[in-house]
C-alpha cells in the first residue's frame, strides 16, 4: 500500500461524522439513564438499609464499649447516645462517628416517615436489646428480636 492512498487513509481512524454519531448517541443514552436514577426514589430504597446498618453499629458500639446505648426514634430523625446509667433510658453524650468525629444522627429523606415500638430503646454491653422493636421506615420494617438482638 502506498502511504496516501485511499486504502491507507481508511484503516487511519474514524471519520468526524463516526465520531459525532457516536457522541450524540452516548449524550441520548446518559439524558434516559439519568432521568431514571430520579433522587426520591433512591433514598426511599436505600434509606431503610441505612437505618438497619445504624442499628448494628449501636449494637457494636455497645458490645465493644461495654456501654448502654441507646437509638432514639422519632418521625424524621434516627439517633444514638449513651445512657446516663446502666438502666437509663436517659441520653448522656451521643455517640460519634468514628471517621468524622460528628454525632451519628441519620436524617429521614422528605416523604419517608419513620416510628418504632419502643424509643428509645437500648442495647446493653452484651449486645441484647431492651426489648423486642419493630421500625417501621416507609413502607419497610426492621425487627430487633429480644435476648439475641438480631436486626433482621
Known amino acids: 500500500m502506498e502511504p496516501g492512498s485511499a486504502a491507507s487513509r481508511r484503516t487511519a481512524g474514524f471519520t468526524l461524522l463516526e465520531l459525532v454519531v457516536t457522541l450524540v448517541i452516548l449524550g441520548i443514552l446518559s439524558a434516559i439513564a439519568m432521568s431514571r436514577l430520579n433522587q426520591p426514589q433512591v433514598d ?4 431503610p438499609d441505612q437505618v438497619r446498618a445504624v442499628v448494628r453499629l449501636a449494637q457494636k458500639q455497645a458490645i465493644a464499649q461495654r456501654a448502654r446505648i441507646l437509638v432514639v426514634v422519632s418521625a424524621s430523625q434516627l439517633s444514638l447516645c449513651y445512657a446516663t446509667t446502666s438502666v437509663s ?4 453524650a451521643a455517640v460519634s462517628d468514628l471517621a468524622t468525629g460528628s454525632a451519628i444522627v441519620i436524617n429521614a429523606p422528605s416523604g419517608i416517615a419513620m416510628g418504632a415500638t419502643s424509643t428509645p430503646f437500648a442495647f446493653n ?7 423486642a422493636v419493630t421500625l417501621t421506615v416507609g413502607t419497610k420494617t426492621i425487627q430487633i428480636t429480644a435476648e439475641t438482638g438480631y436486626v433482621i
Open 89 to 92: 433510658f436517659t441520653c448522656g
Open 44 to 47: 426511599a430504597a436505600w434509606f
Open 125 to 131: 454491653g452484651l449486645g441484647q436489646p431492651s426489648s
